[in-house]
Structures are given as C-alpha cells and as structure tokens.
C-alpha cells in the first residue's frame, strides 16, 4: 500500500467516502465474528464511514445485592471493596497494601463543534451511577490477613488531577496525574502520605485533554519510568498541534525528570507493564473508531525501542487511514503493526502478567487483560477480563473469558472492568470503575 | 378577495412576512459553509471545517423555520401556486435543505472525510441550488407581488 501514488490513494478515499454517503447507516451495523479479530493476523474488513456512527453504550444499573461477576471454572470472586468513587487502577506495595487509583476525567474537551454536545450527552449515559462524590484520590486496602476482606481503608493521598498511574521506586512513589508525574515519599507500612509531591516532570495535559489516562511503570532497575500518553483525539479532529508528544510511550530518566519518546503512533496505550519471561514492555492500546463496526481492532504488543506503530497515519501496518491530512507516506512506510489483536471497540485499559502463585496453573506467565468495553458498535464488545496464554515472551493461542457478567441479560452494565493488578497473594484485582468496585479473583480451591 | 390579496404571505406576525426575514440566514450559512469548506480544503487546518459544521447546523435549524413559513404560504395561496417560478422555488429550496441535512451529518466525521470530498461538493451544490432558486424568488416578489404586504 505505501507504493502507491497520492492521486491512486486520494482516488480510493473518493470513492469510499460517496459509496459510504449513498449508504444510509441503518440499524444492524453488518458486524462480523469478533473473534476473526483475535490474535496476530486480525481479518481487517474495507473501512466504512458513516453518516451516523453507531453510538451504543450499556446503559449503568450498577450491582444489586449481592450480584457478582460471574468467573471461569476453577475461581472465585469476591468484592474487596465496594462504595468507591470511579475506580480506574491498583498498584500493590511491597508489604500487601493494595491502592485504589479513584480518578474521574478532566474538565470535558472543549465544544468545537455540533458533535461535541451531542457525544459529551451520550457519553454521559456511561458514566458511574452519576456524579457520587470526591474522587481524584488514592485510597489505601489493608488486608493483613489475606482473607480478601481489608481490615482498614484509609485516603492516602487525596486532590489529584485526575490520577492513573502508580510506580515505587525504593521510598519514591511516583503518581501519574493526568498533566505530570509527581513523587511522594513513602515509608513502608504508612496509610497516608501528607508531605507535599514533587514535580518529576509536567506530561501533555489541558487545554484539550481528550485521553488523559497516564499509565506508569518503573524499569527493574528503577531508573527509568516508562508512561502512557493517549492522543488528543479519535483522529486528529483537534488539529495536529494539539497532538505533540501524544500517542506515545515516554521514557522517563527518574534521577532528573528528561524524557525522550520511547515508542508512537499508539493512540492510547495504558497498562503498561513487563512481559516476566522476556523483560520486554508491554501494552494494551485503543484504536481508532468511526471506521466500521470491525475497525480497527484494539491490540496488545511488546514495545520495541523506537518504533512507530502507526497513529495517525495508517493502523497494523500500511492500512492508511483516509481521515488524516496531510498524509505522510514516510511515516506509514515505516509503521509496523502489533504483536497481538483483541478485536475492535473493546477499549483495554488493564493488563497484567500471572506471575503468582494462588491462580490456577494454566494462568501462570499469560495476561489478564481488562476490556472497559465498546461504544462504536451496534453488537457489545468487551465489558469483561480476558486470559491470553503466552509462551516463550509470545502470545500463544486464544483468550479465553475469566470475568464476566459485567452486562446483564439485557445488556445492561453492571460495571465495567478497567485496570488490573495481583495482590501479594497472587489473587487477581480488577478495578470496577461503573459498579465502583475492586473485585477479588482468586482460586476456587485455595 | 382580490388577486392581490392571495398572494399575500399567510405566515405573517402583525403584518410582517416571516418567510423572506427567516430564508437570509440559512443562505448566508450554507454559502459560509462552502466559503469554509474551501478554506479548509486548501489549509487543513480543523478550524474551517468546525466552522463549517457549525454553519451548516444553524443554516439546517433556520432553514426548517423558514420552509415551514414558506410552505405554508405557499400551500395556503392557491395564486402563489398559480405562478411560474413557484413550484421549482419550493423543491429547489426544499432539495438544498435536505442535502444540507445530510451534508450536516457528512461533517460530523472526523478530521479531512468530514470535508473531503462528499461535504465540500454537497456545500457546493446546495450554494448553485440557492442562485437559482433565489433569482426565482425575486421573480416572485419582486416582479409578481407574491408574499408581499400592501
């Protein structure tokens, strides 16, 4: 596709864009099997666009009573917590302690256009049962015992900016706030830091701050920090300006604040964590949407130093995404695509490798992924936690469903799963930022 | 009743015509929206087409109003009927806001293929629909009274 001359590639943009005008966008949207959309050669259909995108997000009822996810053969599951305000990711400290990264997006976009009120109103139906209260806060699990139940739960640190990522580095904590990492010093055994942050380094923030998760992680030897910066937009319909430093990984220099970009072109990497067999950086990223009910799929792929995965320009690979002006051929010629689909619109924003010990033993080394779930699609996709089994650094097969049940039976959300963790245990956490909830997964035996 | 008085603009507040005080303003959006979209074409700059999007909203909005005024003098004057120019006046109009309404939703995508080509040659055509119509129109009042108080 990168040979091709403008004029062929503008020609073909043409014609899509009239055959997608003449197509009225009709109720059922045409999807195909999600699961050709699984693994390392995703089926990638011709793009559509539309005149109405499909906009189709369960709407909230929350849990009821003692409602639980429902879990796969041989776990078991039971709320850690519960009342929480928009729980978004966990971080486990060394002695157990488990923080629960309570976040709610910044200030809205900006109203640029007609759209924007009219997605900002169905966005809205999305959300946690309504506005619940304070959030923009870390709240600190003690559960001494093991037993899934904390014994204390304490605000450790509170007025964030709308928080994500979490990484210790010996008694530095660093937080990832949406506009900068901020370090805190941390004792070992303390359930509340009051000192005040320091300034690692300022991330892109505000004014337009359209994905605003920040993702972190430490290097193993601590001195570097690896974090996510999503782009500003679905497609660069902010201008490209507004696009500096975004879709990115950065690598941080924790001893001085520099940074560097580490890898592009991922619209909006978050989950951000090390493979344990191979070391190499991993990441769930969201693709793009408003190209068809099957594009493009959200993908998980090792992160290679350098490398250019495509945003905006073109999607796995050399597939150009007619939208984005000016084009740069030389970039999509240097686009390489991921490692592993996960089929479109599914929005993961949790991974996690097995690396413990409670989980049942076809778990260990694979990767939980946490699907936050879909709104571009006619049919639901995602609203669940997924299992990729890996073998030798390499995903190896097809996820299977660990949790689930986040939608009802008319689908309707319950919740939706977001970031992931493993406690000290080796019991699976998954954060529930609609049912306001962390979830306790562990095995049905032990 | 006479002649005259049946050509008189039956959607009227205290004597004043409401069809031709609304139908500037959908004009003025929709040939703004083609003016925008040309920018837009030529800079890529987003600002033009969020312009654009704006405009063909308001001129769709306004445009509703002023057919409904207008159809209803229309559909209430059988001599308005009656004379020449009326009929392609009201389907030309009536074809500009329809194909404004979906060039409306066309610049609801994002970024360049909100524009590019689909909007910009919509934008266009509705703007060569206006001439024409509009040279009608002043036919119709300006030359046969229609819609006119006296």
């Keep these: 596709m990168s040979a091709r001359s403008p004029q ?49 997000i369960a709407r909230v009822v929350g849990w009821k009573g003692n409602e639980t996810p429902t879990v796969a053969q041989g776990l078991k599951i039971q709320a850690m917590a519960t009342g929480l305000q928009h729980p978004r990711s966990i971080y486990v400290l060394p002695n157990g302690d488990v923080l629960v990264v309570e976040s709610k997006a910044p200030d809205a976009d900006p109203i640029t256009r007609p759209k924007t009120i009219v997605t900002r109103w169905v966005e809205s139906w999305a959300t946690s049962g309504g506005d619940t209260g304070p959030s923009n806060r870390i709240t600190l699990l003690r559960d001494a015992d093991g037993d899934g139940v904390p014994e204390t739960k304490s605000v450790f640190l509170d007025h964030l900016n709308s928080p994500f990522g979490v990484a210790l580095v010996g008694n530095d904590l660093y937080v990832a706030n949406t506009d900068a990492i901020v370090r805190y010093p941390y004792k070992e055994g303390e359930t509340k830091i009051t000192e005040p942050g320091t300034v690692l380094t300022e991330l892109p923030g505000g004014p337009i701050d359209h994905h605003w998760t920040k993702s972190l992680v430490a290097s193993k030897d601590g001195s570097l920090l690896y974090v996510g910066v ?16 975004r879709a990115d990984i950065l690598e941080v220099e924790r001893a001085t604040g520099r940074w560097r970009i580490f890898a592009s072109g991922l619209r909006n990497p978050n989950g951000l964590t090390f493979e344990p067999q191979s070391g190499a950086l991993w990441t769930v990223v969201n693709e793009r949407d408003e190209l068809g009910p099957d594009l493009v799929p959200d ?65 260990r080394g694979g990767a939980f992924v946490g699907e936050h779930g879909s709104w571009n699609r006619d049919k639901l996709n995602g609203y669940k936690v997924i299992f990729v089994p890996f073998s030798d650094g390499k995903p190896n097969g097809m996820p299977q469903d660990v949790v689930t049940g986040f939608l009802n039976s008319d689908n309707q959300a319950r919740g939706r799963p977001v970031g992931l963790a493993l406690d000290k245990a080796g019991a699976l956490l998954v954060a529930d930022d609609v049912g306001n909830t962390v979830w306790r997964v562990t095995s049905a035996g032990g | 009743m006479t002649a ?21 303003v959908p004009i003025v959006c929709f040939v703004g929206a083609l003016l925008t979209d040309i920018a837009y074409a030529m800079t890529a700059q987003m600002m033009w087409a969020n312009f654009s999007a704006w405009l063909l909203t308001i001129g769709v909005i306004m445009g ?47 970024a360049w293929t909100s524009v590019v080509p689909t909007g910009l040659i919509l934008s266009a055509i509705v703007v060569v629909i206006l001439a024409i119509t509009g040279w009608l129109g002043r036919g119709l009042v300006y030359r046969q009274d229609a819609g006119v108080m006296k």
């Design chain 1, 8 to 56: 062929i590639r503008r020609m073909t943009g043409l014609v899509l864009t009239f055959s997608a005008t003449l197509a009225l966008a009709g109720c059922n949207d045409g999807s195909g099997d999600p699961a050709a959309e699984i693994g390392p050669n995703p089926t990638l259909p011709a793009p559509q666009q539309y005149l109405l995108p499909p906009m189709h």
């Design chain 1, 299 to 363: 993908y998980m792929t090792s992160v290679k130093d350098g490398a250019f995965y495509g945003w905006p320009y073109s999607y796995y690979g050399q597939h150009v995404d007619p939208r984005v002006e000016p084009q740069r051929p030389d970039l999509v010629a240097k686009a390489i695509p991921p490692d592993y689909a996960l089929s479109s619109h599914v929005a993961p924003l949790g991974l996690v490798f097995d690396t413990g010990s409670n989980l049942p033993q076809t778990y």
């Design chain 2, 4 to 24: 005259q008085e049946n050509l008189r603009a039956t959607a009227q507040i205290a004597r004043h015509p409401i069809h031709p005080m609304l139908m500037p």
């Design chain 1, 230 to 245: 999503g782009s500003n937009s679905n497609i660069t319909e902010n201008g490209m300006e507004a696009e500096k430093n």
């Design chain 2, 64 to 110: 509703v109003l002023a057919a409904l005024a207008g159809l209803f003098d229309f559909l209430s004057g059988r001599l308005i009927r009656s004379r020449a120019p009326a009929w392609p006046y009201v389907i030309g109009n009536l074809a500009a806001l329809v194909i404004s309404f979906f060039n409306a939703l066309v610049h609801t995508r994002d």
